[in-house]
């Protein structure tokens, strides 16, 4: 099993910044990737970056050059930097690790709310 705590949501006015970090514990030896997904009102959870092990890190359109995911490997943690926040951007973010397990198995983290708002 892999455990995610994460951290860092909060409200933040249109146009601020945030940082989200998620630092997994557990079986992870098997780990190929760390992201974050997000869940707005109403909407069903989408990809919002993730960064594999080898390979191109993938942001969805409506964050790129506002986002930035970063991952310290050491301290098995994943970071969410975002700026120039939107109303739009309101959502739970989730944390995902990606492990290989005779297949990928995904991990999720609790949520964690970001309402941007003035």
């Known amino acids: 099993q892999v455990q995610l705590v994460e951290s860092g949501g909060g409200l933040v006015q249109p146009g601020g910044s945030l940082t989200l970090s998620c630092a997994a514990s557990?079986?992870?030896?098997?780990?190929?990737?760390m992201g974050w997904y997000r869940q707005g009102p109403g909407g069903q959870r989408e990809l919002v970056a993730f960064m594999p092990n080898s390979g191109n890190i993938k942001y969805a359109d409506s964050v790129k050059d506002r986002f930035t995911i970063s991952r310290d490997n050491a301290k098995n943690t994943v970071y969410l930097h975002m700026n120039s926040l939107r109303p739009e951007d309101t959502a739970v973010y989730y944390c995902?690790?990606?492990?290989?397990?005779?297949?990928?198995?995904?991990?999720w983290g609790q949520g964690t709310q970001i309402t941007v708002s003035s």
């Open positions: 557990g079986s992870i030896s098997t780990l190929i990737g």
């Open positions: 995902n690790v990606a492990c290989f397990i005779l297949g990928i198995k995904n991990y």
